[in-house]
């Protein structure tokens, strides 16, 4: 009798063991899957990008733009440089993505195409086991999140509300990437000494964002963008606050920057952007 149970419990260990190694195994395939995909979502996003030796921005380039843009360009260092068009940024910091939720520590990285806006950003939440995707190319967005790489939280793709939002973030984010100032695909609106409004039209999708300046340098950023992309979300005020600066290749760009939500009279802080590491072209 006490072998037959002996039996059992060793029968059992063996099979909790399987299925413990099979379930490992399952998460280990689908988080190599994920980034296998990713990569070539990167390769897609570079595929036809060209870095080739445009000629040096000088004054005349920026001084037709509205008087806070041009002196947050000079600062910027842009005068004497060529246009950025391929940035890789790392970036960590804190994240949460409700406001009742403790932060996380995200390990984040993005590639971004200056001259064919697009980018893939993906993050990786240890504590959470959460790998997320944003990929947005030719007009078109794309977002992931997996639980363990698993289990697909989020998953939207190509519509118009996720098309929108998506080409809203490239927009707020060109203070990485200041040349965009001057891409054919972005005119500006001066609005006073201290605010300008560019307009940012590209694959049939025109929007807009106001840019605010102090001291000459770009301090935050505010735009109406979709923050549910399902079949109920409505536009909400997300405001992109510059925290710091360093100097990256000779451009003077953000290194600490807050993404927030407005909803009503609330504001939610779900992103405390740190960039570990900055590389151009």
Known sequence: ??????????????IIGIIL??????VVISRTLMNYRTNQKIDTLYESLAIDQEEIIKDQDIN??????????IKSGVVGKRKIQK?????????????EDAWLKPDASQEINVSQPGYVWTV?????????????????????????????????????KINESSMHRFLMEIAWYPTAAI???????????????ATMTYQEIKITADFFFENNDLIRVETMRYKDT????TRELCIGQIIDYETYDGFRLPSKINISWKINSDT??????????????
């Open 1 to 14: 009798m006490n072998f037959l149970r002996i039996s059992w419990y060793f029968k059992t260990l063996i």
């Open 21 to 26: 190694i099979l379930m490992i195994l399952t």
């Open 64 to 73: 037709h733009l509205p008087k806070p843009v041009y002196k947050w360009l």
């Open 87 to 99: 940035v890789s940024l790392k970036q960590t910091g804190q994240m949460r993505l409700n406001p």
């Open 124 to 160: 990786n939440l240890p504590m959470a086991m959460t790998k997320g995707r944003d990929f947005f190319y030719q007009g078109q967005g794309q977002m992931l999140i997996k639980i363990g790489g698993l289990i697909p939280i989020v998953n939207e793709n190509n519509n118009d």
């Open 183 to 197: 891409e054919d695909y972005i005119e500006w609106t001066a609005i006073n000494d201290h605010q300008a409004r």
């Open 230 to 233: 399902g079949e109920f979300g």
């Open 268 to 281: 939610f802080t779900w992103y405390k952007i740190e960039v570990t590491e900055f590389l151009i072209n």
